[in-house]
């Protein structure tokens, strides 16, 4: 009897439309703020300690451009919105580049 409830459990998880979205994204975020040495590594460990974060690459700023976070997360655990939110209450205000 609990094989069955298992099985059937399994399966309505393996089946729910929310199993079937969740998938891992990448999103590319410009920086402000982050011109120094030492501000890409304190923007890449506040955006790697979001929960469902997978990977985070921060290029440090150059004199032609700013910082930019390329951040792969899982989206059934977090979001765009959440990962700006870590990078603005750290001190780096942060938005998602445009396509």
Same mark, same amino acid.
């Given at each position: 009897?609990?094989?069955?409830?298992?099985?059937? #459990?399994? +399966?309505?998880?393996?089946?729910?439309?929310?199993?079937?979205?969740?998938?891992?994204?990448? &999103? &590319? +975020?410009? @920086?402000?703020?982050? /011109?120094?040495?030492?501000?890409?590594?304190? @923007?890449?460990? /506040? +955006?790697?300690?979001?929960?469902? @974060?997978?990977?985070? &690459?921060?290029?440090?700023?150059?004199?032609?451009?700013?910082? &930019?976070? /390329?951040? /792969?997360?899982?989206?059934?655990? #977090?979001?765009?919105?959440?990962?700006? #939110?870590?990078? #603005?209450?750290?001190?780096?205000?942060?938005?998602?580049?445009?396509?």
């Amino acid at each position: 009897m609990f094989r069955r409830i298992l099985a059937a #459990t399994a +399966l309505i998880a393996l089946l729910s439309p929310f199993a079937a979205e969740a998938a891992e994204r990448t &999103v &590319v +975020l410009n @920086v402000d703020n982050a /011109t120094c040495e030492l501000c890409a590594p304190i @923007v890449k460990k /506040t +955006l790697s300690r979001v929960s469902g @974060v997978k990977a985070v &690459v921060v290029q440090e700023a150059s004199a032609n451009a700013g910082a &930019v976070a /390329t951040v /792969t997360y899982d989206d059934a655990v #977090t979001n765009v919105a959440n990962l700006i #939110t870590a990078s #603005t209450n750290a001190g780096y205000p942060a938005h998602a580049r445009k396509s």
